[in-house]
């Protein structure tokens, strides 16, 4: 029974007290509901109330230190909301939240009201002071890239009435591709934010807050291995280490297929016709095989970029065929034309159960095959700096 107990009471988690005073200007009839960031998918709710004026307390116990997001809105005004991130546990928090922008210098105004904009945390605890760091820095990259696509925007604007077609063309493209680097330069803000903080546990939330840009899975992973022991078993570290392997695990998975030859593709093109992928093989050095969908975002970001290469290097011998996962052949053919992908494609509008998904472990678009004229495949997955480095070198 003694040791039963003794067991029982080892197995019950510290708590942590926690209290959050809020002033939230213009907040009538004001709800507040406090989430955990436990992993990339899941915010559970912590705690929650509601207030007439906007001035509240929560407080209450967490078993969890962390990061924790408070959101609260205005019941009777939707154009009053407020959200902002804090560490807890930590002293008594005071939360201000004003309708006027705080902060001008970085920051591109949002739909809803941010940290950044509008809210002032105090005390700043250390954690606390790192975390609003590294925002600002986000918000910095953030601004950056809207900067630089008003500027290519406006570069493109002044090549239009030059009369050159092939710079037109060219500037038309750069515009149209800009925003697949969006997630690139909040990337490069973790990216910093970690290289200056190498040992700090907001570096792992700064490192999960950019999961989804798969090109710096590799550089991620270098800086959580030469984190210290203790960070790397901590609640953050073994949620970035599951986020970073599963990137990695489809990288491995995927290259099993590097040697393997394709002698055809399954599907037909969107007027219901075979298409002899063999001859596009030999007819090029190399051809890449994507894998998307008119439903799939970041497949409709991509797609044009890589089409971009192509319509480069299609005299140098570089073929492309996009394989859709459609089940929908109006939407497939209408999302082809909405980007003028004049190229080969191919579709069984099965979705996942195609054969091919089967046969080439397709389980998450954007995907890539580049093949060699002989059908062998010599690349998975590839990168577009990748693609475009290659590309220069052996066309």
């Known amino acids: ?53 906007g001035h509240f307390t929560l407080q209450g116990k967490i078993t969890q230190p962390g990061f924790y997001n408070l959101y609260y809105t205005s019941n009777t005004d939707n154009t009053v909301v407020y959200s902002t991130d804090v560490y807890l546990p930590a002293d008594s928090i005071h939360i201000k939240s004003t309708k006027k922008n705080i902060r001008t210098k970085f920051y591109r105004v949002p739909s809803t009201g941010s940290y950044l904009q509008n809210t002032v945390v105090s005390p700043l605890s250390p954690m606390q002071k790192e975390l609003e760091q590294y925002f600002i820095l986000r918000d910095s990259l953030w601004n950056q890239f809207f900067t630089d696509t008003d500027l290519v925007r406006a570069k493109f604007a002044q090549t239009f009435d030059s009369g050159n077609k ?18 690139g330069y909040l990337a490069a803000a973790a990216d910093a934010f970690v290289r200056q903080h190498p040992t700090s546990v907001v570096s792992l939330y700064a490192m ?17 291995q030469a984190m210290p022991a203790e960070l790397q078993r901590g609640f953050y570290g073994r949620r970035l280490d599951e986020e970073l392997a599963r990137n990695e695990k489809r990288d491995v998975n995927n290259q099993r297929f590097v040697g393997q030859h394709v002698q055809s ?24 095989v994507e894998f998307w969908a008119s439903w799939c975002g970041p497949c409709r970001m991509e797609m044009p970029k890589y089409y971009g ?13 996009g394989v859709s996962l459609d089940t929908n052949h109006n939407k497939w053919r209408q999302a082809i034309a909405e980007d003028s992908l004049q190229m080969p494609h191919l579709s069984e509008l099965k979705g996942t159960s195609g054969d091919d998904m089967q046969r080439f472990g397709i389980n998450a678009i954007p995907a890539n095959l580049l ?13 577009y700096p990748k693609l475009k480095k290659k590309l220069q070198q052996d066309l």
């Not at 290469?309 to 065929?321: A, I, P, S």
């Open 1 to 53: 029974m003694l040791a039963l107990l003794v067991s029982c009471q080892q197995k019950q988690k510290k708590e942590y007290s926690y209290q959050i005073v809020v002033d939230a200007e213009g907040c009538k009839d004001c709800y507040a509901r406090l989430f955990f960031f436990e992993d990339t998918t899941d915010h559970p709710v912590v705690d929650s109330i509601t207030s007439r004026d």
């Open 166 to 183: 092939a710079l037109v063309e060219q500037w038309a493209d750069s515009v149209k591709y800009f925003d697949y680097r969006f997630s």
């Open 371 to 383: 093949v060699d004229e002989t059908g062998k495949i010599v690349a998975v997955d590839i990168p």
């Open 265 to 288: 593709l399954a599907g037909k093109t969107p007027d219901g016709k075979e298409l002899d992928t063999e001859q596009i093989f030999k007819q090029n050095k190399l051809t890449l």
């Open 309 to 321: 290469l192509h319509k480069q290097y299609q005299g140098r011998g570089f073929g492309m065929v």
């Open 208 to 224: 999960l807050d950019n999961r989804s840009d798969r090109p710096s899975t590799e550089r991620f992973r270098q800086y959580y």
